[in-house]
C-alpha cells in the first residue's frame, strides 16, 4: 500500500497542497499578497509567525491563498489541525516562499547544485569573468 505524498504541487502560479484528504490550491496572485501583507504588516511577519507555527496565521494565509470565505474558511481550521500543524507550517513556508517570488516554483536542490558547479569550473578553467 502506498502512502499519498504530501508534497505540494506547482502549476502557473498555483501551489496545491493536501487538506485531511482534500487538494487546496493556493494561488500566488496581488489579492493573496495584499491580503497577507494588510494582515501581518508585510510577508516577513507572516514568515516569522508560520515559522513559531502559529495555527491563525496558517489558517489566514491559506484562506487568503485559496480564496476561502464564509463555511469553508471556517472548515480551514478543522483541515489543518487534522493535518497537524508540524506537516501544514513547511508547506506555507514553502507557499509563502512562491508567493514572494511572483508565483515560480521553486528551483530544485539539484538544478541549484548543477548551476553552482558550472560556475566553480568556469572560475577553475578562468572562464569566469
Given at each position: 500500500?502506498?502512502?499519498?505524498?504530501?508534497?505540494?504541487?506547482?502549476?502557473?502560479?498555483?501551489?496545491?497542497?493536501?487538506?485531511?484528504?482534500?487538494?487546496?490550491?493556493?494561488?500566488?496572485?496581488?489579492?493573496?499578497?495584499?491580503?497577507?501583507?494588510?494582515?501581518y504588516g508585510g510577508l516577513n511577519q507572516a514568515f516569522t509567525n508560520t515559522n513559531a507555527f502559529d495555527f491563525d496565521t496558517?489558517?489566514?494565509?491559506?484562506?487568503?491563498?485559496?480564496?476561502?470565505?464564509?463555511?469553508?474558511?471556517?472548515?480551514?481550521?478543522?483541515?489543518?489541525?487534522?493535518?497537524?500543524?508540524?506537516?501544514v507550517a513547511p508547506q506555507v513556508l514553502l507557499f509563502l516562499n512562491f508567493l514572494a517570488g511572483g508565483g515560480k516554483a521553486?528551483?530544485?536542490?539539484?538544478?541549484?547544485?548543477?548551476?553552482?558547479?558550472?560556475?566553480?569550473?568556469?572560475?577553475?578553467?578562468?572562464?569566469?569573468?
Amino acid at each position: 500500500m502506498t502512502v499519498p505524498s504530501t508534497a505540494p504541487r506547482f502549476a502557473h502560479g498555483v501551489m496545491t497542497i493536501t487538506l485531511d484528504g482534500e487538494d487546496v490550491e493556493l494561488f500566488a496572485n496581488v489579492r493573496a499578497s495584499r491580503t497577507i501583507c494588510r494582515l501581518y504588516g508585510g510577508l516577513n511577519q507572516a514568515f516569522t509567525n508560520t515559522n513559531a507555527f502559529d495555527f491563525d496565521t496558517l489558517v489566514n494565509v491559506v484562506n487568503a491563498a485559496a480564496g476561502r470565505v464564509g463555511k469553508q474558511a471556517e472548515a480551514t481550521a478543522e483541515a489543518i489541525f487534522n493535518e497537524g500543524v508540524i506537516v501544514v507550517a513547511p508547506q506555507v513556508l514553502l507557499f509563502l516562499n512562491f508567493l514572494a517570488g511572483g508565483g515560480k516554483a521553486p528551483k530544485t536542490e539539484t538544478a541549484k547544485a548543477g548551476t553552482a558547479e558550472a560556475g566553480i569550473e568556469a572560475a577553475a578553467s578562468g572562464e569566469a569573468g
